[in-house]
């Protein structure tokens, strides 16, 4: 699961967690991202901060907080993913991910190679079910995608293999933390 993690937070657990239940995986990368480049550089915290705060949201030892895109240079997923199947040829990735990137993942650079390169699986968010599912990445890959209950077998799939997860959602957001640590009520979404 790649993401700024500007803050970490409940929500990053609560699907972390869901996917090692759910999708069957041993462990969850954290893959803090140096800068994403549809993100502003402003309000973003220091990435060491970003790093060690999501090392302590973790508490969990199947979830291994990585900065390895810094180390490897990648700023983009599609870069990462190809990077980590060449350091990693025996692992199967997964790669996790909430509804509001669904929606707008047609926006990343090289997205449908995302698809192409391992299985994805996409946890619900609040108010983005139907645009989630309505995305130009979901009717692309739409006779790829698993119901499910066959979630177990995605890890195994050959990509493109897709699954998305309705329900048991989290409101907890980065941007919600941020306003709420600026003295705001805070945002849910």
Not at 9 to 23: F, Q, V
Not at 70 to 75: A, K, M, Q
Not at 157 to 166: E, T
């Amino acid at each position: 699961m790649g993401g700024s993690f500007n803050p970490a937070h409940e929500g990053h657990l609560h699907i972390s967690r869901l996917a090692l239940g759910d999708l069957d995986l041993d462990r969850v990368w954290w893959l803090v991202s140096p800068q994403n480049p549809l993100k502003p550089v402003a309000g973003m915290a220091a990435y060491g901060e970003r790093l060690r705060d999501a090392r302590r949201m973790a508490r969990d030892r199947r979830i291994h907080v990585s900065g390895i895109e810094r180390r490897l240079g990648c700023r983009y997923t599609a870069e990462t993913l190809r990077r980590l199947g060449r350091l990693y040829p025996r692992v199967r990735f997964v790669w996790l991910m909430g509804a509001d990137n669904l929606v707008q993942i047609a926006q990343w650079r090289d997205w449908t190679a995302i698809f192409e390169a391992v299985p994805v699986a996409i946890f619900d968010r609040p108010s983005y079910s139907k645009r989630a599912l309505e995305s130009e990445a979901a009717k692309r890959f739409q006779k790829f995608r698993l119901a499910s209950c066959r979630a177990r077998s995605l890890a195994n799939r050959r990509p493109p293999a897709w699954v998305f997860f309705p329900g048991r959602l989290s409101g907890v957001s980065a941007a919600g933390i941020r306003e709420g640590r600026a003295g705001s009520a805070p945002v849910q979404g």
